[in-house]
C-alpha cells in the first residue's frame, strides 16, 4: 500500500512539475524571464498571449532589415530583437510561441513593488475596446491582449507608433508600422499615453 501512495505521489508531482524549455526559448527567457521582467520594466511579458500574434511578430521582426521606413503593415524594429529574430526559423517560431501561450499567466502588477488597485479606466479607453477586446483581451492572432502587460512596455509601443507616422524612426532604434495605430496614435497625448498603460496593466492576463 505505502509502496503504490508513493509511486501515485511521485507521478502527481511530476504531473505537477512545469517542464523545462526547449532549446529554442532558452534565448528568450535571457530577457523574458519573471526574473528578468522584474529588472527590466520595458521588456514585456509574453506569456499566455496568443501564439498566432507571437509568431506575428517575430516576422514582424524579421521583416525589418528589407523593409521601407514608411511600411504599412507587419514591421518592428528594435536594437535587440530585430537581431534576435534573424536566427529564428519559421518552425522554431512555432514552438517558442506555443510555448510562451501555454505558461501560466500572472498580471503585470505582480512583477512591480508596491502592489497597487485597479482604478476607473480613462474615458478615452474604449477606443482601444473597439479592436482589443472588454478588458484589453483578445484571441485575434494579429492583435495582442493588452491586459495586465507592463505598462512602460506599452507606453513605449504607443510612443512608437506615433514616432513611426512623423518621422519613420522611433527613439531609441523603436519602429512600429501599422495603418491603424500609427493614425490613432497622433491623437493621444504623453498624458493620455501614460494612463492607457497604467490602466491596462492593472487587468488581470486572462
Known amino acids: 500500500m505505502i509502496g503504490l ?3 501515485a505521489w511521485a507521478f502527481a508531482a511530476a504531473r505537477a512539475a512545469p517542464p523545462d524549455p526547449p532549446y529554442v526559448v532558452r534565448p528568450c527567457l535571457e530577457c ?6 522584474k529588472k527590466k520594466t520595458e521588456v514585456p511579458s509574453l506569456v499566455g498571449q496568443d501564439d498566432g500574434y507571437l509568431r506575428h511578430q517575430i516576422k514582424a521582426f524579421n521583416a525589418a532589415d528589407n523593409a ?4 504599412p503593415r507587419l514591421v518592428r524594429r528594435h536594437p535587440v530583437m530585430t537581431e534576435q529574430a534573424k536566427e529564428v526559423s519559421v518552425e522554431d517560431a512555432f514552438r517558442i510561441a506555443r510555448w510562451f501561450y501555454r505558461q501560466a499567466c500572472f498580471p503585470a502588477r505582480a512583477l512591480e513593488q508596491p502592489r497597487f488597485l485597479l482604478g476607473p479606466p480613462p474615458a478615452f479607453v474604449m477606443r482601444c475596446f473597439l479592436c482589443y477586446g472588454p478588458g484589453g483581451k483578445t484571441t485575434h492572432a494579429l492583435v495582442p491582449s493588452l491586459a495586465g502587460q507592463r505598462a512602460r512596455h506599452l507606453a513605449c509601443q504607443l510612443l512608437a507608433f ?7 524612426l522611433a527613439r531609441d532604434g523603436r519602429y512600429r508600422s501599422h495603418r491603424m495605430m500609427n493614425r490613432q496614435g497622433t491623437h493621444l497625448t504623453n498624458a493620455e499615453i ?3 498603460a ?3 496593466s492593472r ?4
Not at 523574458?32 to 521582467?37: D, L
Not at 506615433?162 to 519613420?168: E, K, N, Q, R, V
Open 5 to 7: 501512495c508513493l509511486v
Open 32 to 37: 523574458h524571464s519573471v526574473n528578468t521582467m
Open 68 to 71: 521601407p521606413a514608411r511600411s
Open 162 to 168: 506615433c514616432d513611426a507616422l512623423i518621422d519613420g
Open 194 to 196: 501614460a494612463q492607457l
Open 198 to 200: 497604467d490602466y491596462f
Open 203 to 206: 487587468l488581470d492576463r486572462r
